[in-house]
């Protein structure tokens, strides 16, 4: 499956909001899988967004980290280039082979959920389909 990075940054933290809850051993099984692909894959997008932070920023004072001072034009330039190639980076496209969910175990899941209490965005459940497989149709009609 072909997803951008920031795709596979949003839906892992999205299973993560559908994983607070006990859910069936299938559909966790399931979800387990994708999580454990997707965090390799966000792993590796922080170690690049690390990379980037290093080149484009200025280590603190006290050694501890990078900053973004906008002290001077040349400092702004810096971060207006690190924002615009960390954007283009995750906008960019990336295969990962995952299986989707089969969309009634999804639909399980989300039943569970209600009952729960746990809230989940529209902008959560946008991302997961992406995850999810559509319904089988009923051929004989």
């Known amino acids: 499956m072909k997803v951008t990075r920031k ?3 949003a839906a892992s933290k999205a299973i993560k909001v559908v994983t ?6 299938k559909l ?3 979800l387990s899988k994708i999580l454990s692909r997707l965090i390799v894959e966000t792993d590796k997008i922080a170690e690049h967004a690390n990379s980037l932070v290093r080149k484009y920023g200025t280590l603190r004072n006290d050694g ?3 900053n973004f001072p906008s002290d001077t034009e040349e400092q702004r330039q810096r971060h207006e280039t ?3 190639e960390i954007e283009s980076y995750l906008e960019e ?3 990962i082979e995952i299986e ?3 969309s009634g175990l999804f639909d399980e899941a989300v ?3 209600d009952k729960s209490g746990v809230k989940m965005s529209t902008d959560d459940m946008v991302v997961l389909g992406k995850f999810i497989a559509e319904p089988e149709v009923d051929k004989k009609s």
């Open 7 to 9: 795709e596979i940054e």
């Open 20 to 25: 607070s809850v006990p859910l069936n051993s």
């Open 28 to 30: 966790s099984y399931r």
């Open 64 to 66: 501890l980290g990078y």
């Open 82 to 84: 690190f924002l615009k």
């Open 93 to 95: 496209k990336s295969f």
């Open 100 to 102: 989707p969910i089969p």
């Open 111 to 113: 039943e569970i959920m």
